[in-house]
Antibody, heavy 119, light 110 residues
Framework: QVQLVQSGAEVKLPGSSVKVSCTAS?????????IAWVRQAPGQGLEWMGR????????DYAQKFQDRVTITADSSTRTAFMEVSGLTFEDTAVYYC???????????WGQGTMVIVSS | QSVLTQPPSVSATPGQKVTISCSGD????????VSWYQHLPGAVPKLLIY???KRPSGIPVRFSASKSGTSATLAITELQTGDEGDFYC???????????FGGGTKLTVV
């Protein structure tokens, strides 16, 4: 089992960027993990944003987030990052990182990071 | 983005059984494994079922699931008030190349 600890809540202005971190402990070498980012807007369901596969340095994104989201990983610090640029009010959400297991099972979740976009 | 269809809400009384359906197509449920997640108020989403019908360690046998064709079903027996929350199905979509989640089903135990 992997424990995932995310960075704290953020309040951002429209048009700005936010970068959320997700640090893993346990569960073997970090580079062998696939980390996904999922968000939940107020009153809405879960939404897949994208993932990073550190061992091969690959990232992919849901089409909706292709142009505004960057997901990276630093194996030396066992940390994944998710940055959203050009924030709008609709980006107000809780952002979760999760470990992707076999067959795309999201087996372990971070505690979530609240991002509020407000003027 | 959600093309997995779940009922918005279900309700039952303590001790009863409830089922939650999840409908998709051959790009997702029809050709990929389904997971189910429980999201209790104020908590983090938790894996309840993986690979269609398997329970992670620590998940009670009250929770079970199945898949048939392009649909999946979660069943919860011996309902408890502590089961109240949102439940999501999830699976890989081979065309969209994303994990899709259902819209979520709010379980009320009254």
């Amino acid at each position: 089992q992997v424990q995932l600890v995310q960075s704290g809540a953020e309040v951002k202005l429209p048009g700005s960027s936010v970068k959320v971190s997700c640090t893993a402990s346990g569960g073997g070498p970090f580079s062998g993990h696939t980390i996904a980012w999922v968000r939940q807007a107020p009153g809405q369901g879960l939404e897949w944003m994208g993932r990073v596969i550190p061992v091969v340095g690959v990232t992919d994104y849901a089409q909706k987030f292709q142009d505004r989201v960057t997901i990276t990983a630093d194996s030396s610090t066992r940390t994944a990052f998710m940055e959203v640029s050009g924030l709008t009010f609709e980006d107000t959400a809780v952002y979760y990182c999760a470990k992707v297991g076999p067959f795309y099972t999201l087996s372990d979740w971070g505690q979530g990071t609240m991002v509020i976009v407000s003027s | 983005q959600s093309v997995l269809t779940q009922p918005p809400s279900v309700s039952a009384t303590p001790g009863q059984k409830v089922t939650i359906s999840c409908s998709g197509d051959n790009s997702n449920i029809g050709n990929n494994y389904v997971s189910w997640y429980q999201h209790l108020p104020g908590a983090v989403p938790k894996l309840l079922i993986y690979e269609n019908d398997k329970r992670p360690s620590g998940i009670p046998v009250r929770f079970s699931a199945s898949k048939s064709g392009t649909s999946a079903t979660l069943a919860i027996t011996e309902l408890q008030t502590g089961d109240e929350g949102d439940f999501y199905c999830g699976t890989w979509d081979s065309s969209l190349r994303v994990v899709l989640f259902g819209g979520g089903t709010k379980l009320t135990v009254v």
